[in-house]
């Protein structure tokens, strides 16, 4: 009886894959204001100890202690409750700190995902975990970094420091964007749309092809229009109609517009995923954000949503025919 009390004590330890120690964090480089750097890295360490241990001990994460955004703290856990618990891997952590647009933001925090159902799960248990701060040091975001992640590639096509930061912050933004499907935030994705986007989707369908004699059926993709609030509509159906969503965002391009300041194009590789449904196809959206030294702290917002499947028939959608910024007129 005994040893197999011992065994279990044992087997509890090793839930996870993580120990009872402590889990410290330091900034390596990023920060010049040392209150706020030694505040960050004690902030982390203790959130990186309570993912730990409520990992190993397979309960709900208690993050009542924390100076944490309810944005933050809802996406954490959700992460936790409805996707899979994770653990940091190592014990000691050390990397930069980030400045963004409106605050800080750590990324290269490397950690495990342990999915309560391991045969329901697809993609990477590798994943890289990713802090946003804003400048009180409220946690404003806690996310998981998207897989087969091209950040630096992104980050290094910038111009000058100000459009790397911009470029920064919108694959932050795209991050979010992604996770506002996984957690089917109509409201988020509601705020995150002008109330005049133009929304696009584009449909496989087949087309007499009367070219020869015998008229033949050809791919051909058909192009829907619909505004913001039919959209919106759309989304609530889908939602309620579907017992889990997941998004994957790869091959990311950023493309300021050349001649509207605070204009981005995205381009992104989309696979969707529900419990009813399953598609691969190209994403552009083309944002607008508020210039910096605005007073009233707006949101960016989008502007154009556009979907492309990637295949029709046997052919494959080309890089020239992907839609871009260059497709739009902005007035």
């Known amino acids: 009886m005994k ?20 889990v410290k964090f330091t900034i390596q480089d990023g920060l010049s204001n040392q209150s706020l750097k030694s505040s960050m890295e004690s902030s982390i360490s203790s ?21 944490m955004a309810d944005k933050a703290r809802k996406q954490l856990n959700y992460l936790w409750d409805n996707f899979a618990h994770f653990s940091c891997d190592f014990d000691t952590n050390v990397t930069k700190c ?34 946003g701060f804003a400048q009180d040091r409220t946690i404003t975001s806690a996310r998981l970094a998207m897989e087969n992640n091209s950040y630096q590639e992104v980050l290094s096509r910038g111009g000058d420091v100000a459009d790397v930061r911009r470029r920064m912050e919108i694959l932050s933004f795209v991050e ?21 986007a133009l929304i696009i989707t584009g449909k496989v369908v ?5 070219g020869d004699r015998q008229a ?29 969503i997941k998004v994957k965002f790869d091959d990311i391009s950023v493309m300021a517009h050349p001649a509207k300041d605070n204009f981005y194009g995205v381009t992104l590789r989309q696979n969707w995923k529900s419990s009813s449904y399953e598609d691969d196809g190209y994403v552009f959206l083309l944002w607008e954000f508020p210039d910096e030294n605005d007073p009233r702290g707006s949101h960016p917002l989008v502007h154009v949503r556009t979907w492309q499947p990637e295949k029709y028939g046997n052919q494959t959608l ?8 260059n497709d739009f007129f902005i007035p």
């Open 98 to 131: 980030l400045e963004t647009v409106n605050g800080y933001e750590v990324r290269e925090i490397y950690v495990t995902l342990h999915p309560a159902d391991a045969s329901q799960f697809s993609g990477e248990r590798s994943r890289e975990f990713t802090l």
């Open 176 to 196: 979010d964007f992604r996770s506002y499907y996984d957690e089917k935030d109509i409201n988020a994705l509601e705020q995150i749309y002008s109330d005049d």
């Open 216 to 244: 033949r059926l050809r791919p051909e993709i058909k192009y829907n229009k619909q505004t913001k609030a039919e959209y919106i509509q759309h989304l609530r159906r889908i939602f309620a109609n579907n017992r889990y």
């Open 206 to 210: 087949m087309k007499k092809d009367m």
């Open 3 to 22: 040893r197999i009390l011992l065994l279990f004590s044992l087997l509890s330890l090793m839930v996870c894959g993580v120990q009872a120690q402590q």
């Open 318 to 325: 080309t890089s020239d025919e992907v839609f871009t910024s």
């Open 47 to 67: 959130l990186l100890t309570e993912i730990n241990a409520a990992c190993r001990e397979n309960r709900p994460l208690r993050l009542g202690s924390f100076s």
